[in-house]
């Protein structure tokens, strides 16, 4: 810095050396006067050089703070180049791949990534470039104990001379990956328990009531097939094949008298059987499971047109696994043998629930049981037609 000020003023003292202009003679008061004028001067320029001098200062101090923020982010922060070597990385990064940061510039990210997870990545980087827009992916990468999920966020950018370049964010998901495994399994075992639960149920309704336990089994099958022909989700297909194999549970509550008699019941025995959809609900309604098993038993003698039983459900207040339950519960009693009548017959059963599509049941329902009976050649275990 001395040595430039030096200069400076070499430079200074020559220009006014080989200036033409002579300067004039002044009388004692100009001299005051121009003194003054200097004074003057030099102590404006020692304001602003001590103003340059706090600025200067304020910017170390701000340079500093973005550094430590940039280094000590609990992120790890990454500027790549179009073909994904690294330019700069922060601390954090390098601090979770457990490399020093000199050694990660100029090598390319993929190189820190899983092996099987590269394919995901390629396809990030290759969207974020073609569309601009900012992209997100979940990767392994190689931490330094053992692999580790990351999240990627990244968004294009151009360094300063106008090259595109990626900034890229770097975050540990592995707990939180972590704990979605544990939920699985947990759910997993939730499941486990409910199915064994459903199974001696199963096993209490054969004892009692084999028709029941055959019906159960049959429509379940149906059913199941039904809401897979509709496109239900797989939890809910799930859901709807544990309601519908202890759909008639209530029964077991009946008199075995009621339930195998092969005469036409009177109207107290019909009043009776009704009370199985309610009886159902109250078996199951505190098990535990990830769907409403309880409800689907309650509701799947309920009708579209609100003239089903227990609580005269209209519509969209019955749950769809409901629905599509009673239109396989009719189609299979019907079809089927029971104590007190010889089968109707599947034709019968398939005319009823047409004739009523809409009406009494729901029309996606009986449209895809139709199709399956039809044209898909489905046919009820254990029946012959
Ligand atoms: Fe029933």
């Known amino acids: 810095m001395s040595d430039k000020k030096t200069d400076l003023r070499k430079e200074a003292e020559e220009m006014v050396a080989s200036s033409p202009e002579k300067p004039a003679a002044l009388s004692p008061e100009e001299t005051r006067q121009a003194l003054h004028e200097l004074r003057v001067h030099q102590i404006e320029l020692e304001i602003q050089n001590e103003e340059l001098r706090r600025a200067q200062v304020e910017l170390e101090a ?3 703070r973005y550094f430590d923020l940039y280094d000590l982010a609990p992120a790890g922060y990454f500027t790549l180049s179009e073909k994904g070597l690294i330019l700069e990385v922060n601390l954090t990064a390098a601090t979770m791949l457990g490399v020093a940061r000199s050694s990660l510039v100029k090598q390319p990210l993929i190189r820190f990534i899983l092996p099987e997870d590269r394919d995901i990545y390629y396809g990030h980087r290759q969207l974020l470039f073609e569309t601009g827009a900012t992209q997100v992916c979940e990767v392994r990468m190689l931490c330094t104990t053992a692999p580790c999920w990351v999240r990627i966020d990244a968004n294009a950018a151009q360094d300063t ?20 495994k544990q939920l699985l399994e947990s759910l997993e075992q939730v499941r486990r328990a409910v199915e064994t639960t459903i199974q001696v149920l199963v096993m209490a309704v054969e004892v ?8 159960q089994r049959r429509m379940t099958d149906l059913a199941r097939t039904m809401a897979t022909e509709m496109g239900l989700s797989p939890k809910q297909i799930e859901g709807l094949r544990m309601a519908g194999v202890i759909h008639d549970i209530g029964k077991i509550t009946l008199p075995t008298e009621i339930l195998s008699k092969p005469t036409k019941l009177s109207d107290i025995e019909f009043l009776l059987i009704r ?19 309880a409800e689907i038993v309650r509701q799947h003698h309920e009708r579209m047109d609100g003239s089903g039983y227990p609580q005269g459900l209209k519509g969209e207040e019955i749950l769809m696994e409901a629905r599509i339950l009673a239109v396989a519960d009719v189609v299979e009693a019907m079809a089927s043998y029971r104590p007190y009548r010889p089968a109707l017959g599947l034709d019968a059963a398939l005319e009823e629930i047409e004739k009523n599509s809409g009406l ?10 139709l199709r399956l009976f039809r044209k898909k050649g489905f046919q009820l275990e254990g029946t012959r037609f």
């Open 208 to 215: 009692k009531d084999p028709y029941t336990a055959g019906h």
């Open 62 to 64: 701000a340079r500093s």
């Open 360 to 369: 009494l049941y729901d029309s996606r329902a009986v449209d895809a049981c």
């Open 275 to 293: 009370e199985h959809v309610q009886l159902g609900y109250e078996i199951l309604k505190d098990v535990e499971s990830p769907w409403p098993l």
């Open 161 to 180: 001379d106008g090259a595109p370049v990626c900034n890229a964010i770097m975050i540990d998901i592995n707990e939180r990956k972590q704990a979605k």
